[in-house]
């Protein structure tokens, strides 16, 4: 797990982009984090390439070490013991090959270990209820690709500090969950009243918005996740990035020695 995180004003560089995030300061250099992109049989996303690129790049930047796996067999305790965060980058469906698998990465997040998941990450493992439960549901429907707003409830969540209160996106797919866990913080929701048309499937649970970004502290461990990410150009986009980058260093907790 990493070994110092300290908290002083820093400039974050993300690609291109400096900013300050969060007013945090990290030992990158000890930061190891593992990027996976396996897909179980249906869809897949055509932007898990410009995802991989953005993270290398992100590592250039900042010096962590990441490790781009697209199978499996890495989720073993002794390969998952040196990762600071697991990131689930628009995996879908089953992923697991093995029971085995599955009890390495539950004994991972058991051990006080940090798990982000990306955009279709909510489509993985979807009959396993221990990881819905991680990831905070499991994927339901989503409108079709368009332009809506996101509301910023948690401003100063490492992931949205960097936006303002109403992320207008040029274009997404509102995605809706179910089975819910009830312990989220929410921090940021979509807007339903910018999306076109009306269907009577879209819920009413949460009024005219719904979670589109969150976390928790699940199982000894740290989840995050967010909805947003569809296009393979958001990869490519600092602010997008940074989005990530933010809850990477929530799911890695600040706090743990």
């Known amino acids: 797990m990493i070994k110092a995180i300290y908290f002083f004003g820093l400039t974050i560089v993300v690609g ?10 990290i030992d990158w250099k000890s930061v190891k984090i593992l990027w996976f992109t396996k897909n179980g049989k249906g869809y897949v996303h055509d932007n ?10 992100m590592s250039d930047s900042l010096s962590f070490t990441v490790d781009v796996r697209d199978q499996s067999d890495v989720f073993t305790k002794d390969k998952l013991a040196g990762y600071d965060v697991v990131v689930f980058s628009n995996t879908n469906n089953d992923v697991f090959d093995t029971e085995e698998q599955r009890k390495a990465f539950q004994e991972y997040i058991r051990g006080g270990g940090g798990f982000v998941g990306i955009h279709s990450a909510s489509g993985t493992e979807r009959n396993w209820p221990w990881f819905k439960q991680l990831l905070g549901g ?5 409108e079709p690709f368009q332009p809506f707003s ?5 401003s100063k969540h ?3 500090a960097h936006l303002p209160a109403v992320w207008q996106r040029k274009g997404d797919e509102c995605y809706y969950l179910k089975e819910m866990a009830v ?3 929410v921090i ?5 009243e910018t999306i076109k048309g009306t269907n009577p499937k879209r819920p009413i649970t949460f009024g005219s918005v ?3 970004v969150w976390c928790h502290e699940f199982d000894g461990g740290r989840a995050w996740y967010t909805s947003l990410g569809h296009q393979k150009e958001d990869y490519n986009d600092p602010v997008f990035r940074q989005h990530i980058l933010g809850g990477i260093i929530w799911a890695m907790d600040a706090n743990r020695n």
């Open 150 to 154: 996101v509301r910023v409830l948690q």
């Open 183 to 185: 312990d989220l913080t």
């Open 48 to 57: 898990i390439a410009n995802s991989v690129k953005a993270i290398k790049e």
């Open 188 to 192: 940021a929701v979509n807007d339903l």
């Open 138 to 142: 499991t994927f339901y429907w989503h």
């Open 16 to 25: 291109c982009l400096v900013t300050p995030v969060q007013s945090q300061e």
């Open 158 to 160: 490492p992931s949205v």
């Open 210 to 212: 719904f979670p589109s």
